[in-house]
């Protein structure tokens, strides 16, 4: 039977980032301050289908498998998607590596305080300052197992085993979510990836999909793909500008 899971959609605003200088991970790094704010829309970006073959180039059937999974709907776009102007979100840069994202809807406003712990030309990682503790249980099929390996940068963590008597549950972690932003042609870019993973045999199928998730594809997952695998993928982005 098929299996669906979904991560909340994140439609943020981005505060500006100037240049000090820095060192970071052996290699001289501008050191980043000031905020940046994100455009009004999310850009479209190339939809991508993979099987144990390679590449699908056939567009049509790449759309002809989504138009099956009509939950699926806004999970993946081929033009841009303009934002809500009730929605938005500001990353100040403190000095000392410390981010903030402050995020606006109608109804709420959160903020969050990350450090950068990783940075080169292409892209910033950024984790939360406070860890979070999860149950983990052992993947239920393939599609989960793939899924878990869909995101570029994983956030550190420490997990201990738990007695099998709390269910389905089997390893207790303690880790810091992370968050990517991106850079390229002179700007800073929030990406959202979105990706469903369908897993097929003998026995059934099943299948994973996220969408929105501030991170980047792990291509190194296109070779771990067998027969009755299928990969759909997109980074979408949002630009961000001087505020």
């Known amino acids: 039977m098929a299996r669906l899971m979904n991560q909340r959609f994140y439609v ?3 505060g500006s980032i100037f240049l000090n200088s820095c060192s970071k991970d052996k290699e001289a790094q501008p050191a980043l301050t000031g905020s940046l704010q994100a455009e009004s829309v999310i850009r479209a970006a190339d ?3 993979y099987t144990s073959a390679g ?3 056939n567009q049509a059937l790449v759309d002809k498998f989504l138009a099956r999974r009509q939950n699926l709907a806004n999970y993946f776009s081929r033009v841009d998607v303009p934002i809500p102007a009730t929605y938005s979100l500001t990353l100040a840069f403190r000095g000392n590596d410390r981010v903030t994202w402050l995020s606006k809807s109608a109804t709420s406003a959160d903020s969050v305080l990350t450090e950068i712990t990783s940075q080169s ?3 910033l990682v950024l984790a939360h300052m406070d860890s979070v503790n999860i149950l983990r249980g052992a993947p239920q099929n393939r599609a989960e197992q793939l ?3 869909m995101e570029a940068e994983q956030p550190g963590q420490r997990c201990h085993n738990v007695p099998a008597a709390s269910g389905t549950y089997s390893q207790y972690c303690r880790m810091r979510p992370v968050r ?3 850079r390229h042609d002179g700007k800073f870019f929030l990406p959202q990836l979105s990706w469903l993973i369908q897993s097929s045999s003998a026995y059934g199928s099943a299948y994973w999909a996220y969408s929105g998730v501030q991170n980047t594809f792990n291509t190194a997952i ?3 793909l067998v027969v009755g695998d299928t990969l759909v ?3 979408r982005e949002i630009a961000f500008s001087k505020k």
Do not use: D, E
Request: proline residues 4%.
């Open 121 to 123: 030309p292409q892209r």
């Open 147 to 149: 899924s878990a390996l």
């Open 12 to 14: 943020l605003l981005l």
């Open 55 to 57: 590449q699908v180039n």
């Open 180 to 182: 990517v932003i991106t």
């Open 222 to 224: 296109i070779s771990q």
């Open 233 to 235: 993928v997109q980074v």
């Open 47 to 49: 939809i991508r289908m």
